[in-house]
């Protein structure tokens, strides 16, 4: 059982940072990727970023150059650096695991908030 928890939301002004944690528990060395969603007020959740077990990083164009994922295995810990962030930002993010055996993203955190806003 993998059990995800998100912390670092916040309100933030335009160009500010934010740094998201996603504490995992269990298998870590089970999950192929682990990643970033968010779904803003009225929208569909979408991908952000993610990381494979290799380390390999990919992300959603808008975010490109403005955030960064990165994973401590020894410590079980995911973490998106938010750099230069913007009102369209807004929104609740989310932690999300996939095993090596699924094809798609099984396990979830409960979110966090992040405002963007003057």
């Known amino acids: 059982q993998v059990r995800l928890v998100e912390s670092g939301g916040g309100l933030v002004q335009p160009g500010g940072s934010l740094r998201l944690s996603c504490a995992v528990s269990?298998?870590?060395?089970?999950?192929?990727?682990v990643g970033w969603y968010r779904q803003a007020p009225g929208k569909l959740r979408e991908w952000v970023a993610s990381?494979?077990?290799?380390?390999?990083?990919n992300y959603e164009e808008s975010v490109k150059g403005r955030f960064t994922i990165s994973r401590d295995n020894a410590k079980n810990m995911v973490d998106l650096q938010m750099n230069s962030l913007k009102p369209e930002d807004t929104a609740v993010y989310y932690c999300?695991?996939?095993?090596?055996?699924?094809?798609?993203?099984?396990?979830w955190g409960q979110g966090t908030q992040v405002t963007v806003s003057s």
């Open positions: 990381i494979t077990d290799s380390g390999s990083t």
């Open positions: 269990g298998y870590m060395n089970m999950l192929a990727a």
């Open positions: 999300a695991a996939r095993h090596f055996s699924e094809p798609t993203y099984g396990y």
